[in-house]
């Protein structure tokens, strides 16, 4: 899951990045308006966490021109603003919810879970199933027949990414786009590696290879 963040406050913009990164997702951090809207052209994103002041394109210009595009990519907004009428006009530009500074980061991670959920191909229950195995995005927890499998957050991520679309491959690319933030280290057969472990810890026909294409579940 791979999540943009746009907030120009440095001390929050640090925080809710580490706070995130700490909750398994691979988070960019821009710092100004202006390259919002570049990077959500280039990078394949779950979720936008958007500040609304910032310099350069606002965060309400940049949640208009998403929406212009028909992208139906998840919008959390955040803002210091709290007056009632900002809050509605912030809803009718598009946005899925929103938060007032100063928020709890516990009610950020839930709130970005409601978003997922809600930006999944259909609304995705709360616990995701395919077969025997069972995977609880708020608990960070899976389970196979009933029985705990303790996962790496890196591993977590990968599963996650494939059970919410359980119908879909996913290339090596996308699934390196889900794990890993700019910056981020990426060793060439990492994604090999944690679909390797995945299989010796669910059952290896849990995950199909779909031969110069990717990855997918074996149909339950
Ligand atoms: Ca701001």
Same mark, same amino acid.
């Given at each position: ?31 100004? @308006? #202006?390259?919002?809207? +570049? /990077? &959500? *052209? ?6 936008? $966490? =958007? ?7 606002? @965060? #309400?210009?940049?949640? +208009? /021109? &998403? *929406? ?6 998840? $919008? =959390?907004?955040?803002?210091a603003r709290d007056a009632l009428a900002d ?134």
């Open positions: 899951m791979r999540i943009l963040l746009v907030e120009d406050d440095a001390s929050l913009g640090r925080t809710i990045q580490s706070w995130l990164q700490l909750d398994g997702y691979a988070v960019d951090w821009l710092d100004h @308006g #202006d390259l919002a809207d +570049a /990077a &959500l *052209r280039t990078h394949d994103y779950q979720c936008l $966490v =958007l500040d609304r002041g910032l310099p350069g394109a606002s @965060g #309400d210009a940049i949640l +208009a /021109a &998403l *929406r212009a595009r028909s992208e139906p990519l998840p $919008v =959390l907004l955040i803002t809050r509605i006009e912030g809803l009718d530009l598009g946005a899925d919810d929103y938060l007032v500074k100063p928020f709890d980061l516990e009610e950020l991670s839930a709130r970005i879970r409601a978003a997922l959920r809600r930006g999944a191909a259909t609304v995705a229950p709360v616990l995701l199933r395919h077969g025997a195995v069972a995977l609880d995005p708020a608990a960070k927890r899976v389970t196979l027949d009933g029985v705990p499998v303790p996962l790496t957050a890196r591993e977590f991520t990968v599963l996650q990414t494939l059970m919410r679309r359980s119908g879909q491959v996913f290339s090596r690319a996308q699934l390196e786009e889900a794990l890993y933030g700019w910056g981020e280290e990426v060793e060439s057969n990492a994604i090999e590696v944690h679909i390797s472990n995945l299989r010796k810890k669910l059952g290896a026909r849990f995950i199909t290879t779909v031969r110069n294409h990717g990855y997918g579940l074996a149909p339950a």
